[in-house]
């Protein structure tokens, strides 16, 4: 079956009107005369399929045999990924948070702690990510989203004393410049979690956590950089600026590790970046493995320790923590897979629905044809 | 009482002039015709102001020129000083100075440019989610390349304007001739032209080197028509001949305010000598010389300036015609509307819904999220209408604002492929196809009815002189008698003996040889000619702007009269004895199409004699003897055969009629008021009584592939009448023999010869059931008999006429239309060029609307041109006329089947293509923002980055398709033309139509709902990356917009060979993103995009994810294409099926 079909091969071209139009005033003539090129007089040589069922058919089941493949690959792959969630809000009295978030004030000193005990029936096996999500929280909020200042981020010294008109209303407190300005900055997720193993025998034991390698290189490295390159005596570059309003410590205090201190501290950075959805999760440690003989979180009981900072209940939001394995395709998604075996079904029996109708009018069309 | 009216006319007289210059300075060639409804307003006041008093005598809309500034005798009228713009040519539209914000000016004057400019004021003003670059660079780019386009197209028209008006031009002062530039010209120099110069200015033709008071002129530069045309100087200064004598002249020249219409001119010239009464001449068009024609075959002339500047002919001409717009325009402005109206409802809903949704303070301002306190306190309803315009802003790229652009270039690229076409070239004219504007091009596709003019368009007219009939005698000039030569002598010889015969025989020769307006065109001296003819060496020939004359004299040549020249007023001809006779020409009657005659008056030796020749209609009721019944017999025997009849008739004068006709002309010539009218009263009286001499039949061929063409065109569904102003019998002929009648075709009649037995009404209801019964017998085989209609105009103006009772007999219109309908050619003969004009508008404007195409050669055409919704003029023979007022302009009527049938089926479909696919393409943008909205809590964040908002019309999709829309063939020119009946396909816009838009709306909706929601459980709460790492809003409205960009390029390359356009646009796509990605931008002052589109394609899954979207989103317009194809193909599907058979067929043949 030929897909296309080649318009007027004969693309030729020659020179116009040599010698053939002579007579009084060739020479105007000549040049009125127009140029009998393929292009000039439209007879460019057109790949053009014509979409029959017969062209298109191949294509239908060629797309079918390939997508239910790769489909069904993504959906096994995706139901190998282990994930576990915990919702720790503390909604409901039974919940072990419930006094935290009942009792939440912003300027409360003494941290609210809580321990959520879980269970995990599989071994996790490589390394694992752990996830904060939070819901019903509008980071994608127009006004929020732009609630920032990107130059000051990037270690702009003017910026920082002078914050842009975007962090309104969050650029200055007590007339001194908030570093780093703006909501997005200033509502940063504040909750600190601990995972604890619980042996079998009731030995607690912390599982360590790394914070690095949680936001994108780039943003670490170039997007992200603290003012005054050379000095690293945070304390002293910030001077003069305060911490946003919400913020417990100020900046310069968020990790003892120099490499992840001030704008470039890695759980920072992640919160920097807006969600799409108003229900998303962030990265908050990575579980590394550690050795290849046992698992990284063997299956057993686990206590997450929380510190409880981050109020959600005045926007009926949801906090949770994510237990997730990785693969080449990221977290746990079936949908991608499922989409995959969908279309490719469909594509497949429209690809056979095709062929009857070929078969039934191509037939008839043929035939016209030939009466003709 | 009317002396002291007098004064007060003077008064308002100059206030006119100067207000007419002000307008003229003021508004440039741009706005001729407020120039001249400026001048026309003036001219009606005057009238209504003076007519209360003012007897005929004062012509308020004249002007009085004196010549070489010299003031008449005391005596004469008073002297009123008038002021005349100089002799500058202004065509350029602005100034150095002016410019900036006249063409801004001009350009938001335009709809959709006066829209986004509100846009991005409103962008400016208040805190919109997107920022004002979005929309005012796409605006800014718009503006500047139109100004660009524009300020260039002033400039070239400036330096033409400098060229013009610096050129040299020698003008008399002092007796002395002195040369100053062009633009230094006043009204009342006299300038001296020689040779080959281009006249400056509309002057008065005064006296010229040639003895004969003539001089040659050739209007190319004006109407196109290259033959030389002889104007005549004043007689009685046509004496002079050196500056000293010219510059001695003291006169006046009384005419009228300028006209625009060139071939019109009346004035009068009053020549002061010493303490005489003042001489008073006529000055007619033939006095008049234009500016911008060239002076030939004659050494100098002098000549007097009358109009300058802006007020020549030339320059009043230049008036845009009035703007046709297509059908296609109409419905994409009909589509804007629907989209303007989806825009507010939009932009409506989410305000509503933004507000319903943050009823509670916790959603409102939850505490990551507050207001400043700016915002907190102004008042709701600002906050919400504030709102809603922030929502028009984020929507409005669902106006796609690149689409005026790219419609305009489609358009003025896509003409080029006329003028390129070298199958419209004619090799004897050196001339192809000629498009006046490029807006109609998709209106070529979409004609129904085809209007067409016979003389010149159907039939070459290329004259030739088949026979005469004298007295009932027939004489066939040797040259064309069947292949027999006989010599001219023995084929006259032949028939005839009787004395009496001789003597009428010779006389219509004669009239022949002398009632004509044709000159000689020499090609050497004088002498030179004489002998030229006479040896029978073609030296010289005739021309005239009527080809039936040629062919009459130069068949009268072959018959043995030959017809010399006119020189002082004596017509010379040789006889068939080789002896000069001479004849004074006394009068001229010139022909015109109303009277359809022409006369002139000779003197021989002894005797006056008026020789008439005119159509027979005309000539039959002015005759008082001679042989009719034979000649009308033979007249009618000769239009069946499709040729062209003429009667000569002849009428002897006396002494004392002579003078009465004498005095009727020249008082109707010097009248400077309704002068035609006069001249048409006075012909009227002095034609009459004339002795009827026999009739002439010349042959007007059939111009190449015209019966191909019109069948053609039949099978292509369109209507084809032939409008004429020839006899029914002849006009049939010719619609025979070029197919438009076929054997097969039932003739109804509706002439004149068929009301006189019945009334109108009868005849009218009988065709119409004749038509309704074959309609209802036939049922659906629709071919097996069809109609043809002959009105002719007398008739017609019947039917037309608006019936006096109110309900008596119905309305004529309406059942003619009605039988119009079921007819597949009509004929209209005997038309004016008026009716022509009516009864297209009579179609046009009846219940269907159907598009309607005019197409002529003739001055007589320029109406109905104007008039239907595509002009098209042939470069014909009877001047350029039609071509100039025309929106296309074609050698010859084959053409026409090009231009329709492939030119214009191409261009429908391209440019159909293209506004479906622009809508398409900014829903498919806009609505996955509409759906984020949902999901951001109505906070009108956009979801794609700032460049992308900008870029997306302007650069990312805007090739292909402009591409596509320029060389698009979705069958061959061959296949086209060979199945004439494709043009069906695309009849009544049918590719515009409201399904086919409510269609790719779907399409779009439905493309902009997997995009969205395809990206939207992709990053449903979890991560695709294999670092663990998260995605944020950004990725997702890159990932959003890739999938975007991918599908829409790639609809509008499904049907596409040009993959390198569709690939380069994708590949600068990419590599902008990844560039804008790559860099922290300085001048940014937000790095939202940094790296967002790389980290995004490091991720496995948002490449399979973005492979997937593409294919759903392609698929179900693959689906319908496919399933409308099998089960109800149209005919261009077919054909192109068929095309890939022949291509097997043709390839098993080879093997």
């Not at chain 2, 309704?674 to 004339?690: K, S, T």
């Amino acid at each position: 079956m030929m897909a296309s079909s080649y318009k007027d091969e004969d693309g030729h071209i020659t020179v116009s009107g040599s010698g053939a139009a002579a007579g009084a005033g060739g020479g105007s003539l000549r040049s009125k005369k127009p140029e009998n090129t393929a292009f000039k007089q439209q007879r460019l040589p057109a790949w053009q399929p014509i979409l029959t069922a017969g062209t298109v058919l191949p294509a239908f089941f060629i797309i079918g045999l390939m997508f239910i493949p790769i489909g069904i690959g993504l959906y096994v792959t995706s139901n190998n990924i282990k994930e576990f969630e915990v919702d720790y809000t503390g909604v409901e009295m039974s919940s072990p948070c419930f006094t935290c978030s009942q009792n939440f004030s912003w300027n409360s000193t003494k941290p609210c702690t809580c321990s959520v005990p879980f269970h995990l029936d599989q071994p996790y096996e490589s390394n694992v990510f752990m996830y904060y999500g939070l819901s019903n929280f509008y980071q994608n909020h127009r006004r929020y989203v732009k609630s920032r200042d990107d130059s000051q981020l990037n270690g702009n010294e003017e910026s920082l004393r002078k914050p842009s008109k975007e962090c309104e209303p969050y650029a200055k407190h007590n007339n001194k410049p908030i570093a780093p300005c703006g909501a997005i900055a200033n509502s940063m997720f504040n909750d600190s979690l601990e995972l604890i193993y619980i042996d079998p025998n009731g030995t607690k034991v912390q599982i360590p956590l790394t914070a690095t390698g949680i936001a994108w290189w780039t943003d670490k490295h170039v997007k992200f950089r603290n003012p005054g390159a050379e000095n690293t005596n945070l304390t002293v570059v910030f001077q003069g600026t305060t911490r946003p309003v919400n913020w417990r410590r100020p900046v310069f205090q968020l990790d003892s590790d120099p490499d992840n201190n001030g704008f470039i501290n890695e759980d920072f950075i992640v919160w920097m970046r807006t969600a799409a959805l108003p229900t998303f999760r962030k990265l908050y440690r990575i579980i590394q493995r550690r050795s290849n003989v046992h698992p990284t979180l063997p299956r057993g009981n686990y206590s997450l320790e929380v510190v409880y900072n981050y109020p959600v209940r005045s926007f009926e939001g949801r906090k949770r923590m994510i237990l997730s394995t990785i693969s080449w395709m990221g977290g746990k998604n079936p949908f991608l897979g499922i989409a995959y075996v969908s279309v490719g079904s469909v594509c497949f029996l429209l690809g056979v629905l095709l062929l009857i109708i070929h078969h039934k009018y191509g037939n008839r069309n043929n035939a016209a044809e030939i009466s003709h | 009482m009317c002396r002291s009216s007098g004064d007060v006319n003077s008064a308002f007289f100059t206030v006119h002039t100067l207000g007419t210059v002000e307008a003229l300075s003021l508004h440039s060639l741009c706005f001729p015709s407020r120039c001249l409804f400026h001048s026309l307003w003036c001219h009606n006041l005057f009238f209504s102001l003076l007519r209360s008093c003012a007897g005929e005598e004062n012509w308020v809309d004249s002007r009085t020129v004196y010549i070489g500034h010299k003031e008449p005798p005391p005596g004469a009228e008073a002297y009123i000083p008038q002021r005349y713009p100089d002799n500058r040519i202004v065509s350029s539209k602005y100034t150095f100075w002016n410019f900036i914000p006249k063409n801004l000016f001009e350009q938001f004057r335009r709809i959709a440019n006066f829209y986004f400019l509100v846009i991005f004021l409103v962008q400016l003003i208040i805190d919109t989610p997107t920022s004002p670059v979005t929309s005012g660079l796409p605006l800014f780019f718009v503006i500047t390349v139109t100004a660009i386009k524009q300020g260039y197209e002033d400039w070239l028209r400036h330096k033409a304007d400098c060229s013009l008006n610096e050129c040299p031009v020698d003008v008399v002062q002092q007796e002395k001739v002195v040369r100053t530039q062009s633009h230094k010209l006043r009204v009342g120099d006299i300038v001296m032209v020689r040779e080959d110069e281009t006249f400056p200015c509309d002057l008065i033709f005064l006296s010229s080197s040639r003895d004969d008071g003539t001089c040659y002129v050739t209007t190319t530069s004006l109407d196109g028509e290259s033959s030389h045309k002889t104007y005549y100087a004043v007689p009685d200064t046509m004496a002079f001949k050196t500056e000293q004598e010219v510059d001695s002249l003291h006169a006046t020249i009384e005419c009228e305010q300028p006209q625009p219409d060139l071939y019109k001119f009346v004035g009068r010239i009053n020549i002061y000598k010493d303490k005489e009464e003042p001489v008073s001449r006529t000055l007619g068009a033939e006095n008049l010389l234009l500016r911008g024609a060239t002076l030939k075959n004659t050494q100098h002339i002098y000549a007097v300036a009358v109009y300058t500047g802006m007020e020549t002919k030339m320059a009043l001409n230049y008036q845009s015609k009035s703007q046709k717009r297509s059908a296609v325009e109409k419905s994409m402005n009909a589509f804007l509307i629907v989209y303007l109206f989806i825009l507010i409802s939009k932009a409506v809903i989410n305000t509503v819904l933004k507000y319903a949704w943050q009823w509670s303070p916790d959603r409102d301002e939850p505490w990551y999220n507050h207001r400043t306190e700016n915002e907190r306190q102004r008042h709701v309803v600002i906050r919400a209408f504030t709102d809603f315009l922030a929502f028009m802003v984020l929507f409005n790229y669902i106006i796609p604002v690149s689409m005026y652009v790219t419609v305009e270039m489609q358009k003025f690229l896509g003409s080029y492929f006329i003028t390129w076409d070298e199958e419209m070239f004619d090799e004897e004219l050196g001339q192809g196809a000629q498009v006046n504007t490029s807006d109609l091009n998709e209106e070529l596709g979409q004609v129904e009815y085809v209007f067409t003019d016979k003389t010149g368009t159907l039939t070459e007219n290329n004259m030739e002189f088949i026979e005469c009939c004298v007295d009932g005698n027939v004489y066939i000039p040797h040259a064309i008698c069947n292949g027999q030569i006989l010599s001219a002598a023995s084929s006259i010889d032949m028939i005839d003996s009787s004395p009496g015969g001789k003597r009428i025989r010779d006389l219509f020769f004669r009239a022949l040889c002398l009632c004509h307006t044709v000159q000689v065109k020499e090609e050497e001296t004088v002498d030179g000619i004489k002998r030229g003819i006479h040896q029978g060496r073609p030296t010289s020939f005739y021309i005239s702007s009527s080809p039936d004359e040629v062919a009459l004299v130069e068949g009268m040549k072959r018959l043995g009269y030959t017809y010399l020249r006119l020189k002082d007023n004596y017509m010379e001809i040789l006889n068939k004895d080789d002896e000069i006779e001479r004849f004074e020409l006394l009068h001229v009657l010139n022909f015109d199409s109303v009277r359809r005659r022409m006369s002139v008056i000779v003197k021989s030796i002894s005797e006056y004699l008026m020789f008439c020749k005119g159509a027979d209609s005309s000539i039959f009721p002015r005759v008082v003897s001679g042989k009719v019944e034979q000649v009308k017999a033979h007249v009618e025997q000769n239009a069946v055969e499709g040729l062209r009849t003429l009667c000569v008739a002849y009428r002897r004068l006396s002494e004392s009629e002579y003078q009465e006709a004498c005095h009727y002309l020249t008082e109707a010539k010097l009248a400077l008021q309704d002068r035609e009218q006069r001249l048409a009263q006075a012909y009227d009286v002095i034609e009459r009584d004339f002795v009827l001499l026999g009739a002439t039949a010349v042959e007007d061929r059939l111009q190449e592939k015209a019966a191909d063409t019109i069948e053609s065109l039949h099978k292509a569904g369109i209507k084809v009448w032939v409008l004429t102003g020839d006899k029914m019998e002849t006009a049939a002929a010719t619609c025979y023999a070029s197919k438009l009648f076929r054997r097969s075709t039932q003739i109804l009649e509706l002439t004149k010869k068929r009301t006189k037995e019945q009334s109108l009404h009868d005849v009218l209801f009988e065709l119409n059931r004749t038509v309704l019964r074959q309609r209802s017998i036939s049922g659906l085989s629709v071919d097996c008999l069809d109609f043809g209609l002959i009105i002719d105009g007398a008739t017609l103006s019947a039917v037309l006429k608006p019936s006096q009772e109110v309900s008596g007999h119905g309305n004529y219109r309406e059942i003619f239309l009605e039988i119009c309908r079921n007819c597949s050619a009509v004929l209209c003969c005997r038309m004016a060029p008026l009716q022509k004009a009516q009864i297209v508008k009579l179609i046009k404007s009846s219940k269907e609307h159907p598009i309607t195409l005019a197409v002529g050669d003739g001055a007589n055409d320029v109406s109905m041109i104007l008039e239907a919704h595509v002009g098209i003029g042939i470069m014909g023979k009877e001047g350029r006329q039609a071509a100039r007022n025309s929106d296309y302009a074609i050698p010859k009527f084959k053409h026409l089947k090009k231009m329709l049938l492939v030119h214009g089926h191409y261009y429908y479909i391209r440019i159909a293509e293209l506004v479906q696919y622009f809508f398409y393409k900014n829903v498919c943008f806009i609505f996955p923002q509409f759906l984020y909205q949902f999901f951001c809590g109505f906070s009108q964040q956009p979801l794609y980055d700032t460049a992308y908002l900008t870029l997306y019309n302007i650069s990312f999709t805007s090739l292909p398709i402009l591409l596509y829309s320029l060389v698009e063939q979705h069958v061959t020119i061959d296949t086209l033309k060979r199945e004439p009946s494709l043009y069906r396909d695309i009849a009544k816009n049918s590719l515009l139509r409201w399904p086919v838009f409510l269609y790719w709306t779907c399409l779009g909706v439905f493309d902009a709902v997997i995009f969205f929601f395809g990206a939207y459980f992709l990053f449903d709460n979890t991560t695709f990356t294999s670092n663990g790492q998260m995605f944020g809003n950004w990725t997702f409205g890159t990932l959003i917009f890739t999938v975007l960009v991918f599908t829409v390029t790639l609809k509008a390359t499904k049907c596409l060979g040009l993959g390198f356009v569709i690939w380069g646009s994708l590949l600068f796509y990419v590599i902008f993103s990844l560039l804008w990605g790559g860099i922290v931008w300085p001048f940014l002052n937000y790095q939202r995009m940094y790296y967002v589109f790389m980290q995004m394609l490091s991720s496995g899954p948002a490449w399979l994810s973005i492979i997937l979207l593409i294919t759903v989103s392609l698929l179900p317009d693959v689906i319908k294409k496919v399933l409308c194809r099998a089960i109800c193909p149209t005919a261009t599907e077919r054909a192109q099926v068929r095309k890939r058979f022949l291509k097997i067929d043709l390839k098993f043949y080879l093997c």
